[in-house]
């Protein structure tokens, strides 16, 4: 089955009715209308691959008024296709089909790269690594990549990981940084703050990630079976930026669209805090909803669709109070990870560090507001009290 949903932004603008400095949350558009010298400052940037991620971020840069999206990459294209692009963002194809499509398209993808300040990689996983030996290597340019590319080996893309609530300072100026995944990201956000609070009294962290199958826009079909991961890489990616913690995580994969759930269980020292002071914590936290009464994952991905809000996401993960437990030494947490939109904003707060160099109190501005995501947290917490 695959669901698939329109949203629109009536919902969304009746909650939301101040205007927005960044740039409309409706229009989709590669080159917006600016003077000529808000064009020298703008970053060039361009998306690298055009699937579930690169959507999200292509339609999230356009509304960027100091990025200037250069254009979309596609590798699979018709009539069709280029049809529906063309009124969005302008297009590039590989070198073998630029001669085919020319009336239609931009140019090449290594034009593209070529004229770029980055480039936001989104290809297929895996992808990511022939793009930096074929194109950003050669061309000298810095580029993201997802989390679906290799840290270590052979195929490795990147020394770094970023998650923005933990080493946001350290990509700062650096030429090639992974955005961890969506699991990764959600993992990050929950345990940080954590970390920071309660340091060496914790002992150790035990977490399951109960992983959707496909996504929403997914054609795949979705297999009926709860299928473990021998050795999921989402324990070493989260020891990349926080080393030091004592984490163990399992990871199954269920017959599921919607979202990601995790179940983090957290072994103190001697007796846990409170669950009042573990909900204050999280309370003040970025892109962090504290959710009462949702009964699943559907809940929360399905009202964020009744709601207007971009894709269908929350961009952020939603902790549920509901099913928090404090137990003598034990605190568990359980939350849902959107898995689509957790790492659009994540990416934007990346870029902000790799080429502005933005300090990260003012780049969490930014992306709140292009992102809506305070909006969308104290909406979702009003839907679920
Ligand atoms: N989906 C999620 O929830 C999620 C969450 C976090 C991170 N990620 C990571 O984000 C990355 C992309 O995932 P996705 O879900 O967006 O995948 P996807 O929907 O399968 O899309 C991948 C896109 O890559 C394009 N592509 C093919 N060859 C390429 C190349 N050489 N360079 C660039 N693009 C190429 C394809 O374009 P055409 O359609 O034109 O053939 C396709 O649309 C992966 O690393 C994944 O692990 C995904």
């Known amino acids: 089955m695959c669901i698939s949903f329109s949203p629109t932004y009536k919902n969304l603008i009746e909650y939301f009715d101040s205007p927005d400095p960044i740039g409309s949350t409706t229009v989709y558009k590669s080159k917006p209308s600016v003077s000529y010298s808000?064009?020298?400052?703008?970053?060039?940037?361009?998306?690298?691959?055009?699937g579930n991620i690169g959507r999200r971020l292509a339609s999230a840069l356009s509304r960027d008024n100091e990025i200037s999206l250069l254009g979309i990459a596609k590798y699979t294209i018709d009539e069709q296709i280029?049809?529906?692009?063309k009124n969005k963002f302008d297009i590039y194809v590989p070198e073998n089909l630029a001669l085919k499509y020319k009336s239609s398209i931009a140019?090449?993808?290594?034009?593209?790269?070529?004229?770029?300040?980055?480039?936001?990689?989104?290809?297929?996983?895996?992808?990511?690594?022939?793009?930096?030996?074929?194109?950003?290597?050669p061309l000298r340019k810095p580029a993201i990549f997802q989390g679906g590319e290799e840290?270590?080996?052979?195929?490795?893309?990147?020394?770094?990981i970023h998650n923005s609530r933990v080493n946001y300072d350290e990509a700062s100026g650096k030429q090639y940084v992974i955005q961890g995944s969506c699991n990764v990201s959600g993992m990050g956000k929950v345990m940080q703050p954590l970390m920071e609070s309660f340091g060496d009294e914790i002992q150790r962290y035990d977490v399951t990630l109960v992983r959707r199958w496909a996504d929403l826009e997914d054609s795949k079909e979705v297999t009926?079976?709860?299928?473990?991961?021998?050795?999921?890489?989402?324990?070493?990616?989260?020891?990349d930026f926080i080393p030091y913690a004592?984490?163990?995580?399992?990871?199954?994969?269920?017959?599921?669209?919607?979202?990601?759930?995790?179940?983090?269980?957290v072994r103190f020292r001697s007796k846990a805090p409170t669950r009042d002071r573990i909900l204050d914590l999280f309370n003040k936290e970025f892109a962090v909803a504290i959710l009462n009464s949702a009964k699943g994952t559907a809940d929360v991905r399905m009202k964020a669709i009744e709601l207007g809000f971009e894709h269908g996401?929350?961009?952020?993960?939603?902790?549920?109070?509901?099913?928090?437990?404090?137990?003598?030494?034990?605190?568990?947490?359980?939350?849902?990870?959107?898995?689509?939109?957790?790492?659009?904003?994540?990416?934007?707060?990346?870029?902000?560090?790799?080429?502005?160099?933005?300090p990260r109190s003012e780049a969490v501005k930014r992306t709140d507001k292009l992102f809506r995501i305070s909006d969308k947290k104290r909406l979702l917490e009003r839907e679920f009290a």
């Open 38 to 50: 808000m064009v020298k400052q703008m970053a060039k940037v361009f998306v690298n691959g055009y």
């Open 82 to 85: 280029l049809k529906d692009l």
């Open 107 to 137: 140019g090449s993808i290594e034009e593209a790269v070529s004229a770029s300040d980055l480039v936001l990689d989104a290809a297929k996983e895996g992808e990511g690594y022939s793009n930096k030996i074929r194109f950003y290597q």
């Open 151 to 160: 840290r270590h080996g052979d195929r490795a893309v990147a020394k770094m």
């Open 224 to 239: 009926d079976s709860i299928q473990w991961d021998k050795n999921p890489h989402h324990q070493e990616d989260v020891k």
């Open 246 to 265: 004592n984490l163990y995580v399992e990871a199954f994969k269920v017959p599921s669209r919607m979202m990601h759930l995790h179940q983090m269980i």
């Open 313 to 358: 996401d929350t961009n952020m993960v939603h902790i549920h109070q509901d099913v928090l437990r404090v137990q003598e030494e034990t605190l568990k947490i359980v939350y849902s990870d959107d898995q689509t939109g957790l790492v659009i904003p994540e990416n934007h707060l990346l870029l902000q560090s790799m080429i502005l160099r933005r």
